[in-house]
C-alpha cells in the first residue's frame, strides 16, 4: 500500500518480504549510528512483524518503505510515529522520521522524503503540528529539518540525554480550546459526500451516521469539486468544506467554508452550520472566531462578510459574539462584515 510519493520515492508500508531490506537497514551500525543499537536478524524479523501489526492499529501511521522510483530499489525508511517520551504533556506528539541506506546518502532523499512527510501529516492526518527530534550530534538531520521547514524549539532530555527538538506548524488546520478546524482535499471531500463514515473511519473520528442532503451533494459534485480542480495552489481552500471536530470525543460538529478565494481587495465571505444534534453548544460561535484567526494571518484577506436570515436568531448571535458590524438589509437577509 502506498502511504504517500514524491518526485523521485514511493513511500510504501512494508511487507514480509522486506525481510532482508529491513535486516539491511536497522543491522547497519553506520546508519544506526545516531538513531538506535542496530539489530540482529531475528531482531529484525521481530521487529519488522511489530510494525506490521501496527498498520492494522493504526492504518495511518507506522514506519515505512522508502523505494527510489528510478531504479525500484529500497533506500531506506520513513516514518510518522508518536512520540515515545517519558513527559506526560508530550504523549499527544506525532513525529517523523527517516533512515537511508548508505549507497543513497547524498541525493537529496533525506529532504524530499521530509517535505512530503510533511505534507501527508498536514494535507491527510490534518495534525496541526509535526514534531522532529535528532542526537545533538547530528547535524546533517538538523540541516534537513531546517531546510524543510522545521524550526528548532529548545532542547529536550530523554533518559538524562540532551535531543534536539523541532517543531513545524500546519498554517492550515486550526486549534481552538474546544475544536479542531480543518479544511477537505478533493479526495477527503468526495469520501465526505458518499456518506457511510468513510471520511471518518479514513481520519479516525467518531461515526454517527451522517448523511448528506441530495442538494448539497448535487451543488458540491457539480460546483464546489470542479472549483477546487481548477484552483491554482491554495486557493482550493476557499471553496472546499471545512471541518469542525471535537477534540474531547472526536465527532463532526459542524461544517464551514468560504464561498470563493479574496475578491475586491481581499473580501472573502463565510457559511456555516450546525449539526443539529449538536446545536445550541457555542460549537459556532467558537469556530467562526477560528475561521477568522486563519483568515486574518493571510496577506490576502482583509474583510470577512457573512449574510444571514433576518430571522436566524442563532446565526445572528454567532456573528455578533465575533465582532461582525452590519452592513445593510435586504428583504429578509442581513449582511455583516469585519475588518481582518
Same mark, same amino acid.
Given at each position: 500500500?502506498?502511504?504517500?510519493?514524491?518526485? @523521485?520515492?514511493? %513511500?510504501?508500508?512494508?511487507?514480509?518480504?522486506?525481510?532482508?531490506?529491513? *535486516?539491511?537497514?536497522? =543491522?547497519?551500525?553506520?546508519?544506526?549510528?545516531?538513531?538506535?543499537?542496530?539489530?540482529?536478524?531475528?531482531?529484525?524479523?521481530?521487529?519488522? +512483524?511489530?510494525?506490521?501489526? $501496527?498498520?492494522?492499529?493504526?492504518?495511518?501511521?507506522? @514506519?515505512?518503505?522508502?523505494?527510489?522510483?528510478?531504479?525500484?530499489?529500497?533506500?531506506?525508511?520513513?516514518?510518522?510515529?508518536?512520540?515515545?517520551?517519558?513527559?506526560?504533556?508530550?504523549?499527544?506528539?506525532?513525529?517523523?522520521?527517516?533512515?537511508?541506506?548508505?549507497?543513497?546518502? !547524498?541525493?537529496?532523499?533525506?529532504?524530499?522524503?521530509?517535505?512530503?512527510?510533511?505534507? $501527508?501529516?498536514?494535507?491527510?492526518?490534518?495534525?496541526?503540528?509535526?514534531?522532529?527530534?535528532?542526537?545533538?550530534?547530528?547535524?546533517?538531520?538538523?540541516?534537513?529539518?531546517?531546510?524543510?521547514?522545521?524550526?528548532?524549539?529548545?532542547? %529536550?532530555?530523554?533518559?538524562?540525554?540532551?535531543?534536539?527538538?523541532? &517543531?513545524?506548524?500546519?498554517?492550515?488546520?486550526?486549534? /481552538?480550546?474546544?475544536?479542531?478546524? *480543518?479544511?477537505? /482535499?478533493?479526495?477527503?471531500?468526495?469520501? $465526505?459526500?458518499?456518506?457511510?463514515?468513510?471520511?471518518?473511519?479514513?481520519?479516525?473520528?467518531?461515526?454517527?451516521? @451522517? /448523511?448528506?442532503? #441530495?442538494?448539497?451533494?448535487?451543488?458540491?459534485?457539480?460546483?464546489?469539486? #470542479? &472549483?477546487? @480542480?481548477?484552483?491554482?495552489?491554495?486557493? $482550493?481552500?476557499?471553496?472546499?468544506?471545512?471541518?469542525?471536530?471535537? +477534540?474531547?470525543?472526536?465527532?463532526?460538529?459542524?461544517?464551514?467554508?468560504?464561498? =470563493?478565494?479574496?475578491?475586491?481587495?481581499?473580501?472573502?465571505?463565510?457559511?456555516? !452550520?450546525?449539526?443539529?444534534?449538536?446545536? !445550541?453548544?457555542?460549537?459556532? /460561535?467558537?469556530?467562526?472566531?477560528?475561521?477568522?484567526?486563519?483568515?486574518?494571518?493571510?496577506?490576502?484577506?482583509?474583510?470577512?462578510?457573512?449574510?444571514?436570515?433576518?430571522?436566524?436568531?442563532?446565526? %445572528?448571535?454567532?456573528?455578533?459574539?465575533? !465582532?461582525?458590524?452590519?452592513?445593510?438589509k435586504q428583504a429578509d437577509n442581513l449582511y455583516w462584515k469585519k475588518l481582518v
Open positions: 500500500m502506498v502511504i504517500f510519493e514524491t518526485d @523521485r520515492l514511493v %513511500i510504501r508500508r512494508y511487507t514480509l518480504d522486506d525481510e532482508e531490506n529491513f *535486516f539491511n537497514l536497522n =543491522g547497519d551500525p553506520e546508519v544506526m549510528k545516531y538513531i538506535r543499537e542496530p539489530k540482529s536478524r531475528q531482531e529484525c524479523s521481530i521487529f519488522l +512483524k511489530r510494525n506490521l501489526a $501496527y498498520y492494522e492499529q493504526q492504518p495511518l501511521l507506522g @514506519r515505512w518503505a522508502m523505494i527510489e522510483k528510478a531504479s525500484n530499489e529500497f533506500c531506506g525508511s520513513f516514518a510518522v510515529i508518536p512520540v515515545e517520551t517519558a513527559d506526560a504533556n508530550r504523549h499527544s506528539e506525532i513525529q517523523l522520521g527517516y533512515a537511508l541506506l548508505k549507497d543513497h546518502w !547524498g541525493k537529496g532523499y533525506a529532504t524530499e522524503s521530509t517535505v512530503g512527510g510533511m505534507q $501527508y501529516a498536514f494535507d491527510i492526518l490534518k495534525l496541526p503540528v509535526i514534531v522532529a527530534i535528532t542526537d545533538t550530534a547530528n547535524i546533517a538531520s538538523q540541516k534537513v529539518l531546517l531546510r524543510s521547514g522545521f524550526e528548532q524549539q529548545p532542547d %529536550i532530555m530523554e533518559a538524562n540525554r540532551p535531543l534536539c527538538y523541532f &517543531k513545524s506548524k500546519n498554517p492550515n488546520v486550526i486549534e /481552538t480550546e474546544r475544536l479542531h478546524l *480543518f479544511p477537505l /482535499t478533493i479526495s477527503q471531500l468526495e469520501l $465526505y459526500l458518499n456518506g457511510r463514515d468513510g471520511l471518518e473511519q479514513l481520519l479516525g473520528l467518531t461515526p454517527f451516521g @451522517r /448523511t448528506v442532503a #441530495p442538494q448539497v451533494r448535487d451543488r458540491v459534485t457539480n460546483i464546489t469539486l #470542479p &472549483k477546487m @480542480r481548477e484552483a491554482r495552489d491554495d486557493d $482550493y481552500l476557499f471553496h472546499t468544506f471545512w471541518l469542525v471536530v471535537d +477534540k474531547t470525543n472526536k465527532t463532526i460538529v459542524a461544517e464551514l467554508g468560504f464561498k =470563493g478565494p479574496p475578491m475586491d481587495g481581499g473580501r472573502v465571505e463565510i457559511g456555516y !452550520g450546525t449539526m443539529p444534534p449538536m446545536q !445550541g453548544k457555542g460549537y459556532m /460561535t467558537e469556530a467562526v472566531n477560528g475561521i477568522l484567526q486563519w483568515a486574518a494571518a493571510r496577506k490576502d484577506v482583509s474583510v470577512v462578510l457573512v449574510e444571514t436570515n433576518a430571522d436566524n436568531k442563532a446565526s %445572528i448571535r454567532v456573528v455578533e459574539k465575533n !465582532g461582525f458590524e452590519m452592513m445593510t
